[in-house]
């Protein structure tokens, strides 16, 4: 694979970052703080956005796995709904209704378009990476790629948000993200190939129900995505916790949250293509375990730092087991695929991502609920100018005890994980030809 190729399609998990992480980051802000609609109903709005989007992953990777045409299965859905995607991302910042229960409406009708049109583009996105990608350095060098691409977009969607509706408008901001995530989606498509399947290749000829109950019964799966979702749980934690941490352990303003947390994004960058070369060394699954070590080694000063020079030190520490994570989960869960394509004869690239996706997405509203009972237990008064002592001991826990737990139950889980090939199909087979 050429690496014009690799970087082409790579760069489309910076629109994939962009356009997730300013929606989470700042939508619920504008329309509560801004535009003044009911906080309560933005929430409603908000949890049927979790539902609809965790249930369209699945149906909408079945549909792809699937399809059919001239032109491949996971290229025409990325080709036609790109650009609609990038038109209802920015038409979130752009209220056309005066009035706040009108504006929840609004916000609710087009946030749907957008989840529908997101879990199209995006699915369909993601699914071609065990496809293009077939040995373990091929897979280690693309998924490092596109780590890269999704930190700075993660970055350009949280820090430069703020920068842009302060100077332009949140209108203009919309329509710069937009037109940014547009470009780097078409830049990706051009990288973009899928492969010629023979025509003794299966077809997936599943129902739905019997292919959610074949990749539910793969071993490999069940073990790999609960590890998964484990690890996404402890990074839902960190970034929900830093403000906390910030504020009470440190006595810190809310600047410093971007100090810590752009240590952790700065120093995951370069880490990404070191963890590219010990995957290809070690094998994934050795790899990851490695990852789970350093992460959680990382995590521990959470408990003692006390100024924000050694909290920024410490961000950085975990941004190294962080790109190690980020960089191998994708890897093992194209071994998964190929494993099952093995046992099926048929590539079912969009049930395995949209069924990983269904379930590591309530990570986030499990974090929430750890949060909460963090803080209740440990006497966090909300609103309260001056928090009792035992707050800070209950955030230090939270950042530096809380996540060890988790990452030791997902160290288990990946133990147990029983692909150990860790080199591209697990069928030995040879890999067929791009189509361009």
């Given at each position: 694979m050429k690496r014009g190729r690799m970087l082409a399609y790579g760069s489309g998990n910076l629109s994939v970052n962009l356009l997730s992480q300013a929606f989470a980051t700042f939508a619920t802000f504008y329309y509560v703080d801004h535009l003044g609609v009911d906080p309560s109903l933005i929430g409603v709005a908000m949890v049927i956005h979790?539902?609809?989007?965790?249930?369209?992953?699945?149906?909408?990777?079945?549909?792809?796995?699937?399809?059919?045409?001239?032109?491949?299965?996971?290229?025409?859905?990325?080709?036609?709904?790109?650009?609609?995607?990038?038109?209802?991302?920015?038409?979130?910042?752009?209220?056309?209704?005066?009035?706040?229960?009108?504006?929840f409406w609004y916000f609710l009708v087009v946030v749907l378009v957008y989840d529908v049109l997101f879990v199209v583009v995006v699915l369909n996105y993601v699914a071609l990476f065990p496809e293009m990608f077939t040995t373990i350095?091929?897979?280690?060098?693309?998924?490092?790629?596109?780590?890269?691409?999704?930190?700075?977009?993660?970055?350009?969607?949280?820090?430069?948000?703020?920068?842009?509706?302060?100077?332009i408008g949140w209108a203009a901001m919309g329509v710069s993200f937009g037109v940014v995530a547009l470009a780097f989606f078409a830049l990706s498509l051009r990288g973009s190939a899928e492969r010629a399947r023979g025509e003794h290749a299966e077809r997936e000829s599943f129902g739905?129900?019997?292919?959610?109950?074949h990749t539910l019964a793969n071993r490999a799966f069940v073990t790999y995505v609960t590890g998964s979702f484990l690890l996404q749980l402890t990074f839902a934690l960190l970034q929900a916790g830093i403000p906390f941490f910030t504020k009470y352990a440190l006595g810190e303003p809310d600047s410093a949250n971007t100090v810590i947390l752009g240590a952790v994004f700065v120093t995951a960058i370069p880490m990404v293509y070191v963890w590219s070369?010990?995957?290809?060394?070690?094998?994934?699954?050795?790899?990851?375990?490695?990852?789970?070590?350093?992460?959680?080694?990382?995590?521990?000063?959470?408990?003692?730092?006390?100024?924000?020079?050694?909290?920024?030190?410490?961000?950085?520490?975990?941004?190294?087991?962080?790109a190690g994570m980020l960089v191998l989960l994708e890897i093992l869960l194209a071994e998964v695929i190929d494993d099952d394509e093995r046992r099926t004869g048929a590539r079912r690239e969009g049930m395995y991502f949209g069924m990983n996706g269904f379930i590591v997405r309530w990570a986030v509203s499990l974090q929430a609920v750890v949060i909460t009972v963090v803080l209740s237990r440990s006497g966090y008064h909300n609103g309260a100018a001056v928090q009792p002592d035992s707050v800070v001991?209950?955030?230090?826990l939270m950042m530096g005890v809380v996540p060890l737990a988790v990452l030791a139950v997902a160290f288990g889980c990946f133990l147990l994980y029983p692909l150990r090939a860790g080199a591209g199909r697990s069928d030995g087979s040879t890999p067929v030809p791009a189509v361009n």
């Open positions: 979790g539902i609809v989007n965790a249930v369209l992953n699945p149906l909408v990777g079945h549909v792809s796995d699937r399809t059919r045409t001239r032109w491949g299965r996971r290229v025409p859905y990325i080709a036609i709904g790109m650009a609609p995607l990038a038109a209802a991302f920015t038409m979130i910042w752009i209220p056309l209704v005066d009035g706040a229960t009108a504006r350095v091929e897979r280690a060098a693309a998924a490092s790629w596109r780590q890269m691409f999704a930190i700075v977009g993660m970055i350009v969607g949280v820090a430069a948000a703020p920068l842009l509706y302060g100077a739905f129900l019997a292919a959610l109950r070369r010990v995957t290809t060394r070690i094998g994934p699954r050795r790899a990851v375990l490695v990852a789970i070590v350093v992460y959680g080694a990382a995590l521990v000063p959470f408990l003692l730092v006390g100024n924000l020079v050694l909290a920024a030190v410490t961000g950085a520490a975990v941004g190294v087991g962080i001991t209950g955030v230090r």
